[in-house]
């Protein structure tokens, strides 16, 4: 069986400036792009997306992972006949209903009911499809109140709601999704996701498009980060949420470096020269267990005498999530740091941190905590789960427990008593 989706080596170039579409206007335009053949030299272009191949099976859910910018909507826009491509070829086997913009496909001056008809015709459905369809639609969307409204008075979370009900409740072969989902509450937005999950178990493909990561991994299989119009790694959507997430916090640490040299490091008195995980062995390391200690190692240089200051302490999950917050005041620790190289530690014991992948930063603060002196960030360390199988970045933290029973009351002789 033929992939449902085939992206091969395609690109897609725009025009940068005004772009005239009136007929008086086009005409002017061609006629002086004739007279003076050295304008087309001196046109500028913008390549969304360069060299871009895929393939994608039935009932496989493929995300795209990205920034702004990065081509992701101008794939699903090629997907949806949108727009053609400059180059390359684009196959689509198989009946495709697309949520791709906010309100898109609806008429502003037509019921929510009208609306629900006119999609679903555009989609291919007949008359009577859509009435078999129409209940399970709007019971989905949660908006019978005002299924015959115009939808220019529904607000956008209504929007998406219906949006949502008529492109999933089609059971399309192909569904594209475009971020129009953090929009919606977070009721809609899990009601969404089992729609989605039963849809894929029925044989319906995806390509979903959010910058929630957490969602998209809750949702895909599989995923690409595409930057600059260019598949930069493709792999499980854990692997390059894990990717991309690097690549943001290595960007976020250049511009804080950026603006602490612009204002000047030594200026604070104080440099963080490294920040590391350690193991109970006092060892650096790259994986541990969540049942095992952890000690997070600061060194440091002071170019003069501080005297009293404060350390806090940060571990984050990939995903940005803060998972642990500590400061050496909150916990009646006194800091003293004199002109020389000096080092403090904290040291978790157990780690209790569930599977995933953290990295933990360091603020050295003055005396009355008001103010950063100095900032590091580790490597990224990776903590492993003792059951294999068990998804990383459903739980923050393991802690630990005891667990107990009272196995003393007879359920059959609570019963008579009652």
Not at 31 to 37: N, Y
Not at 50 to 59: A, C, I, N, P, T
Not at 230 to 255: A, P
Request: charged content about 25%; some cysteine.
């Amino acid at each position: 069986m033929p992939p449902v989706i085939r992206f091969i080596n395609v690109s897609k170039r725009y025009n940068l400036g005004l772009t005239r579409t009136s007929l008086p206007s086009v005409i002017s335009q061609w006629a002086k792009q004739t007279l003076r053949r050295s304008a087309s030299t001196n046109r500028k272009y913008h390549w969304a997306l360069r060299d871009v191949s895929f393939d994608l099976e039935k009932g496989q859910s493929l995300a795209l992972v990205g920034p702004n910018g990065a081509g992701k909507s101008t794939i699903l826009k090629l997907l949806a006949k949108i727009t053609n491509p400059t180059s390359g070829k684009v196959e689509v086997n198989g009946q495709l209903s697309a949520l791709i913009e906010l309100g898109a496909g609806f008429h502003p001056d037509l019921t929510g009911r009208e609306n629900i008809y006119l999609n679903g015709t555009i989609l291919g459905l007949s008359y009577k499809d859509i009435q078999k369809r129409f209940d399970e639609i709007v019971a989905f969307s949660e908006i019978e109140e005002f299924i015959d409204t115009p939808v220019k008075r529904y607000s956008s979370g209504m929007t998406v709601r219906l949006g949502f009900a008529v492109a999933s409740c089609i059971e399309p072969d192909i569904l594209l999704v475009d971020e129009v989902l953090a929009v919606g509450d977070a009721s809609f937005r899990q009601k969404c996701i089992e729609r989605i999950k039963t849809l894929l178990h029925n044989g319906t493909s995806l390509i979903f498009v959010s910058h929630d990561m957490g969602l998209v991994r809750s949702v895909c299989e599989r995923a690409i980060y595409i930057d600059h119009g260019q598949v930069q790694n493709t792999g499980t959507s854990g692997e390059i949420i894990d990717i991309y997430n690097q690549v943001l916090d290595r960007q976020r640490i250049e511009k804080m470096n950026r603006a602490d040299a612009g204002a000047g490091d030594v200026e604070g008195g104080v440099e963080v020269t490294k920040i590391e995980a350690l193991d109970a062995s006092g060892r650096p390391v790259r994986e541990t267990y969540g049942d095992q200690p952890l000690e997070i190692r600061v060194k440091y240089i002071a170019y003069k005498d501080i005297g009293k200051a404060n350390a806090i302490v940060l571990i984050y999950r990939s995903d940005g999530l803060m998972c642990a917050n500590m400061r050496s005041h909150l916990d009646g620790y006194p800091l003293h740091i004199a002109k020389g190289e000096g080092e403090y530690s904290v040291r978790l014991e157990p780690l209790q941190l569930f599977g995933g992948t953290y990295y933990a930063i360091t603020w050295i603060m003055n005396a009355d905590d008001s103010d950063g002196l100095a900032y590091g960030a580790s490597d990224w360390f990776e903590v492993r789960n003792r059951v294999p199988g068990r998804e990383a970045h459903i739980a923050v933290y393991e802690p630990n427990r005891t667990w107990r029973q009272n196995a003393g009351v007879n359920v059959a002789e609570s019963a008579r008593q009652a």
